[in-house]
């Protein structure tokens, strides 16, 4: 059995100049964000401070400037984390004691805690199926709360909402928005960065983040009253926020707003500054990587039926560092084999509306007195799974982690007490007539046939070993394509340049609009096939070369068609006994083809079959 055998909780690594700049920081003791004498009145044109040690005391105050020129904000305030950032938000805005705060129901336990401490109510809006905010729900809780007067709007895993519409109700409500972006840096709505569509971004540097300093958070703002409160709440006293970068410039602003502002002492460190300042220009290549993560484990899943993954809105681009998707079709028991099974296989899967998940809304019981009804996202997150997509994963980990969710998945969906074949099956055939005859009426429930018996089993494990055996690019002929079950496996594993070959009409006309071929082709095996000499670079049969259905001498016009080098993957029947097989063997003996693999691979009841996989010589006896 395969297991995967990575961590999914690995997180990034620090630069080597963040480490050694956070030795120097130990090695000075210069922790404090403020412990530096002058101020930055005017940063382009600042003076040197006094000596390199009060350098090293500027990180925090630099990193919030660096981070302002990313997203584009005037403002940016770092502290402790994100649900720090939330908080001080709120209290920017105006949150009072029992003020109702609009937030989703699919969300982060932080954002909800976050609205409890700055003294608000949390008020839970739906999610629709895309996991993001069900805008009909938003309308609805807006007038049967119209005295709800902020929004915490929170990109859950970085699914982003339709800011336009968000921002157009908000604006009409006189609602303030707050955009929780702690899985979106980098993520942008309509071309522009997501976290400039409301009052205040919140940002997370939590490990799991992008941006990985164990923990921290920033604040980013284009309003100058909410800036200077921020930064004033963070733990800037006295006359501290002149030592800031990214700040208001009306120091007038800072006096005024003093005597009414808490110090809730929320400020990051120097330390925790200068392991992410480097991290810094690496950013866009860990969206661009994350990215490339995620559409393969997408592509890789996509010949399952029984997976939904949802696709962003036509305005987003993602920032994705995990994938989620929703379970389809199964029972609570198979739920729980599929967590069990993939979990003993080394796939770290977690389901949101479980009661040990932080992200299940019935689980913030501090935050209301009676569980809000939240029937559509209940709906949703009781079967919506979460895998995380850590950088330390290359393409190999994500095909093999795709591979062992379907091959869990395939076994449990397979009906055991049924008999693999209930129309039964032909054991011997008379004439290639009999063969069209059989394949041209099974065509409307093959299909399914297959998903019941388990056959999917084996076409998974066929697409993910040739993995190891073919280039992406490799031109394919799969012979006795039926209605394509096998050809969607290995689309799934990055093979797209496929041809089909079958006898049966009705399953070539099937195919035709299903884009999961590059070309069909009606041929007899057993007769000369309308393919030039070494056309193609792997053939591969499941299915076809059993009971009798084609003529022994039909290898013969396969090796002529193969390139020298080229790979012939075949499953056979054991029950055959080398029917088959002997031919095969004969032309290994001949040096035409080299066996490579021999594998069994039983799934179904009636009978084992065997996988083998056979390489054309380059020279041999022709």
């Not at 949390?122 to 119209?146: A, F, G, R, T």
């Not at 987003?316 to 994938?323: E, I, Y």
């Not at 379907?406 to 004439?431: A, M, S, W």
Request: proline share 3%; with cysteine.
């Amino acid at each position: 059995m395969i297991k995967f055998t990575k961590s999914f909780k690995t997180p990034d690594p620090i630069p080597q100049a963040g480490i050694e700049q956070a030795i120097k920081l130990m090695q000075k003791g210069r922790l404090y964000r403020y412990n530096f004498s002058d101020d930055f009145n005017n940063y382009s044109q600042r003076c040197e401070l006094n000596n390199e040690d009060e350098e090293l005391a500027t990180e925090v105050a630099k990193l919030e400037h660096e981070f302002s020129l990313y997203t584009k904000h005037k403002y940016v305030v770092a502290v402790n984390s994100c649900g720090s950032s939330i908080f001080l938000a709120l209290k920017a805005v105006g949150v009072e004691l029992g003020n109702k705060v609009l937030t989703n129901a699919f969300t982060f336990t932080a954002v909800p805690s976050s609205i409890v401490h700055a003294g608000g109510v949390p008020i839970y809006v739906e999610c629709n199926s895309e996991y993001i905010i069900d805008i009909e729900d938003l309308q609805s809780k807006i007038k049967v709360h119209p005295d709800a007067k902020f929004f915490v709007l929170s990109y859950m895993r970085g699914h982003i909402s339709n800011l336009d519409t968000i921002k157009n109700i908000c604006n009409q409500a006189g609602i303030y928005l707050i955009e929780d972006c702690a899985h979106s840096l980098g993520a942008e709505w309509d071309g522009q960065l997501v976290g400039n569509h409301g009052e205040i971004a919140c940002f997370s540097t939590q490990s799991y983040k992008l941006l990985n300093s164990g923990e921290g958070g920033l604040i980013a703002t284009n309003n100058a009253q909410f800036a200077a409160y921020c930064i004033l709440a963070a733990g800037s006293y006295e006359k501290l926020y002149k030592k800031h970068i990214a700040r208001p410039d009306d120091d007038n602003l800072f006096e005024k707003l003093k005597p009414h502002v808490p110090n809730f002492s929320l400020r990051m460190s120097n330390l925790t500054a200068a392991v992410l300042r480097p991290q810094m220009e690496y950013l866009e290549h860990k969206i661009s990587s994350g990215q490339q993560r995620y559409d393969c484990l997408i592509q890789t899943l996509s010949s399952v039926r029984n997976i939904y993954i949802p696709s962003p809105l036509k305005k987003v681009k993602r920032a994705p560092d995990s994938l989620q998707f929703n379970l389809v079709g199964l029972t609570s028991e198979q739920v729980e084999q599929f967590l069990q099974q993939t979990s003993e296989r080394g796939v770290a899967i977690q389901i949101f509306g479980r009661y040990d998940n932080s992200r299940y809304y019935k689980n913030w019981q501090y935050s209301f007195k009676e569980t809000p009804c939240l029937e559509k996202t209940e709906s949703i997150i009781s079967l919506a799974c979460d895998i995380r997509l850590p950088s330390s994963f290359d393409a190999d980990d994500i095909k093999l982690i795709g591979y062992i969710i379907k091959d869990v998945l395939y076994k449990i969906l397979r009906i055991d007490d049924h008999q693999d074949y209930p129309n039964g099956l032909t054991d011997h055939f008379e004439t290639i007539e009999e063969v069209r005859g059989k394949y041209d009426s099974w065509v409307l429930f093959y299909d399914q046939e297959h998903y019941d018996n388990g056959w999917t089993v084996l076409l998974n494990h066929i697409a993910y070993t040739l993995t190891s055996y073919l280039k992406q690019d490799t031109l394919i002929l799969d012979i006795g394509c039926g209605t394509g079950l096998l050809a969607r496996e290995l689309n799934s594993y990055g093979f797209k340049n496929i041809q089909g070959l079958d006898i049966s009409q009705n399953s070539l006309d099937l195919l035709k609009d299903q884009e999961i071929y590059n070309a069909l082709h009606l041929e007899e095996l057993g007769n000369t096939l309308s393919f030039a000499d070494n056309r193609f670079d792997a053939l591969v049969s499941t299915g076809v070369f059993t009971r009798n259905q084609v003529p022994l001498e039909s290898f013969k016009e396969l090796i002529r068609i193969l390139k020298p080098g080229g790979i012939f993957a075949v499953v056979l029947r054991v029950e055959d006994d080398d029917l088959y097989y002997k031919p095969i063997q004969d032309y290994c003996d001949l040096n035409m083809w080299q066996e490579i693999l021999k594998t069994k691979i039983s799934v179904l009841k009636s009978c084992n079959h065997e996988l083998v996989i056979l390489q054309k010589s380059s020279i041999g006896k022709h």
